[in-house]
Structure formats: structure tokens, C-alpha cells
């Protein structure tokens, strides 16, 4: 049942995703009613927990999840009472925390399944995956309005997002999609479709538009790296794809018009954001203006004596910060997100050595500086199901690169 569950509701993602777009017409905060995807997803996540309560698997550890995430909703709750939350933006936090959590939903199914099932998921996960790409990669080729990045006020920046609601959403599903492919390299060496998937994938974080895609897709490469390399040998080679990718970046920028056109775009718009941003403009472009937004909530919280920092149930959904770690500290309090940042950790870090070892604790680095920048990683329902698959697989293959080992002493 946990296994049908999860290939139907993995297989229907891209067409929830792609109904939604096509609902919003490619509108950047357009109609919020059209969730098709949400709906998806959440009942998934419902189906997933149902079948794991009435087959008995579900597990101590899970219960202590599922305590965490009820502190989160019971201080939203408090929020609601006597803080002026609204009942929608209410609902909002309440699904953005179910989103949070969702991860270890999946984590609990997927390790359910037996080494075949899991298999048969995960190559489906690939297979979407390809989709995504390929829907961004036609949106960049036939120019597919609904398929942008940016509209709008922003639509002189280049970009393409594909099927997915927000660029932001499709760095992350690019990067949890590039670090699910470099896994199997990592445990099986090049091989023709892995090739194929990291190409494609990095071609698409290319044209997403976003420079959390470009710092996702080296982060990644880097964890690869250094897992499989060691420090030395890594930084080499590196060095040596850091100057090989500015080359051809360089060739095709002045050999390619529509290239040339498109970066001129997006320079242009960051010139103008930094000429907007005053004496911090490094800081607001680069950061996307992130920067002025924790600055503005901080300033809230100096008028709540910081409380919310302590207890939670801050309305982020009303201003967030799009920074994960500061956004998922105001919804659960320090004490309670630093539960969840051990967990986190423990759902990729694995005692010992090996390369799977390795480059899971390297891959929990990159996402954390990922989600606490950039933002929309851990509080993405679309990611959360790539995310989790990435723990089981690398606690599965760490498990198994440690029994040689075990052997042979």
C-alpha cells in the first residue's frame, strides 16, 4: 500500500505542477486557488501516514516527529488567539509546517519498502526529474511565456521555470534532483543515463535564471568531489571545471545572440536593483533582498521583546524572511528547531568512513547553506519527497560499503 501510494502520487506531481502553472497562466503570485499541486502532494502525505498507522509500522521516532510538529501548530494556535494572526494566514502556517515536516513522512515510507520497490520509486523519481528539465529547457528553446521565470514588473530578467509554481521551488527540486544523480555516480560511476540526467539537470539550472540554481548545481558538484576525491585532488579538479565552465560560458555568450541578449537582460535588472538598494546593494542583490526583509522582521521582534524566538508561532506566512533557517526559527522557536536541525542532520550523516558516508554529510552542509540563503528548500513540498529519498539511499548504500569492510578485518 506505502509503495502504491508513492509511485502514484510521484507519478501525478508533474501533471498537478503543470495543470497549476497553466491555471496562473505563468503569473507570479497570481490565483492562489489554483493548487492543484498542493492538493497532490497533501493527499500523498495523507495516504502515506493513513497506510503506515493501519499496517503498524509506525515508529517511535516518528511519533517524536509528529510531537515536534504539534508544538509548532500549538503555538501558530496561540498566535492565532492573541496575536492578531488572521484564520487564512492561519491555515497558511498550519500548511507550511505540515510542508516542513512532510520530509520525514517520506523518509518513514521509503524506508518501508524493500531494496526492489525502492528501486522501481526512485527510478520513477528520475524519470520526473528528466521532465522538469526538459520543461524548462523547452521553455528557453520555443519561448514559452507560461513556462517564465519572471513576469510581470520582473519580467525583464531572463529565466525559465518550467512546470514549477516558483523559481525558487525549482532551484531547490535542481539541486535535490543533481544530488540524487551525482548519489548513483558516487556508488556506480559514470554510466550513459547518469550522464544524460546530470547534463540535462544542469543545463536547466542554467536557464532557471536564478543564482541559487548556479550555486546549487557547484555545491553539489563539490560534494561529489570531495567524497570521491579527497581534499586535495577535489580542489584541483574544481579549479580546472570552474575554469572550463567560464570558458564555455564565455564562447557561448558571444557566440550565441539569444544568449548574449538574455544574460544582458538579467544584468541589467541586477544593475538596477543595486542602484535601488542604497549603501548595502552587494548585500540586497546578491541575497535577492533577503536581507532588507530580516532586517525589517527583526525590527518587529525588538517590538515583541523577541518572544518569538523562544516559543514560535511568528505569522511568516504574513512576511517571511525566505531564508529557511530564519523563517523556520520565528515558526518554532530556537529549542524546537534545534530538534529539527538534529534530526535533519541524522537523516544524512552516517558514522564511519566511505564515500557514501562522506558525501552524505557533505550533501547535509550544502542543503543547509542552501535552504538558510536561498530559501524554499525545506519548506517545499515538491523537494521534500527527493529530499527523502536521498537519506534512505544513502543510509541503505552506507550501510552496505561498511559490510566489506566489517569482513575483511
Known sequence: MIWLVLFVGIALSPLADFLSVYALKGQVGGDMGARYSLFVRGAMVA????AMLLSGRARLSNWRICLLALVAVIMSC???????????EFLEEVIAIAKVFSLFVYVAAFSELRDAQLEKVEALMRVTLLVYALAILAGAVFSIDIFRSYRGDTQ????????IYAQNEASALLLSGLALAYLHVVRYGWRARYVVLVGTLFMAALLLGTKGALAAGFSVISAYSYARYGVVKASVRLGAVVVVILLVALAVYFLAPSVHQAVDLSIQYFSYQGDRAGSEKFATVLMSGRNVK???VWDELTNRDFLPLLIGGYPTVRYPVEMDGPDLTLIM????????LRDLFRLYARPGNGRIVHYGKYFFVVLLIIACSAGHVLTSAIVAPYLAVISVLVHRWADEERRPNQSGQ
Do not use: E, H, Q, W
Not at 496561540?78 to 487564512?88: E, H, K, P, V, Y
Not at 522557536?333 to 529539527?340: E, H, T
Open 156 to 163: 525583464i530578467r531572463a529565466g525559465y521555470k518550467g512546470i
Open 78 to 88: 496561540a498566535s492565532l488567539a492573541f496575536d492578531g494572526m488572521s484564520s487564512g
Open 333 to 340: 522557536g530556537i529549542p524546537v528547531f534545534c530538534l529539527y
Open 47 to 50: 495516504g502515506l501516514i493513513a
Open 294 to 296: 530580516f532586517s525589517n
